[in-house]
């Protein structure tokens, strides 16, 4: 796959694996597929967009062990408001995905923020276990979007989401087979303020 596909399908399969491990129907048997990986998708993601064979093997094991998790356990509001951007602007699910998976974690932070120490130390985040949980949290959405913009994804969704279309797509996000998973219960008036964070 070209540099492109393969980060948006990565990115992709590291939102599976991350939200997987905190949506509220997450289990000890899901969370050890998700955890693993995560490990793997952050360790080889890199390589498999700069073509290493090593790089590619990781994540086709990644991406598999990851839908192994998520399929038992269900998603959360990352994906049910990248769904609605991918069909109204065919943007690439991946990338949607990617952008999508900060302001998530960001908004799932009181409920779920614990949770992210775990998956901070799958990343290999230097110095976790020394933090605080809120301090962990944050080095862990960090580690995130470095991941995201190493590999090539933009930043947020200036030139892809258009305002008048936000009202639509909180509804669609919200109706979603994906959100109720989430672990923090939501709002179409919340979601709406999620979408407009990323063009303000």
């Known amino acids: 796959m070209p540099k492109g ?22 289990c000890a048997i899901s969370d050890m597929f998700h955890l693993e990986a995560i ?36 998603l959360g509001i990352v994906h049910s408001m990248a769904h609605g951007l991918s069909a109204l602007y065919d943007t ?3 990338v949607a995905c990617a952008i999508l998976l900060p302001v998530g974690l960001e908004y799932n932070k009181p409920v779920a923020g614990k949770r992210y ?32 913009a190493d590999v090539g994804i933009p930043a947020n969704l200036k030139g892809i989401l258009k305002e008048e279309d936000i009202e639509f797509l909180s509804e669609s996000a919200y109706a979603d087979a994906c ?22």
């Open 5 to 26: 596909l393969t980060a948006a399908t990565g990115m992709d399969a590291l939102t599976h694996a991350i939200e997987g491990y905190i949506t509220k129907g997450h």
């Open 39 to 74: 490990r793997l998708i952050a360790k080889n993601l890199r390589g498999a967009v700069q073509n290493t064979p090593e790089g590619r093997e990781g994540m086709a094991l990644g991406q598999y062990i990851a839908g192994m998790g998520f399929s038992n356990v269900g």
């Open 92 to 94: 690439p699910h991946g």
């Open 117 to 148: 120490r775990a998956v901070g130390k799958a990343m290999e985040v230097p110095g976790i276990d020394a933090m605080t949980d809120e301090e962990a949290a944050d080095a862990t959405i960090a580690a995130v979007k470095k991941l995201s």
């Open 179 to 200: 959100r109720p998973g989430n672990p923090r219960d939501t709002s179409v008036e919340e979601i709406i303020e999620l979408y407009r964070s990323q063009i303000d």
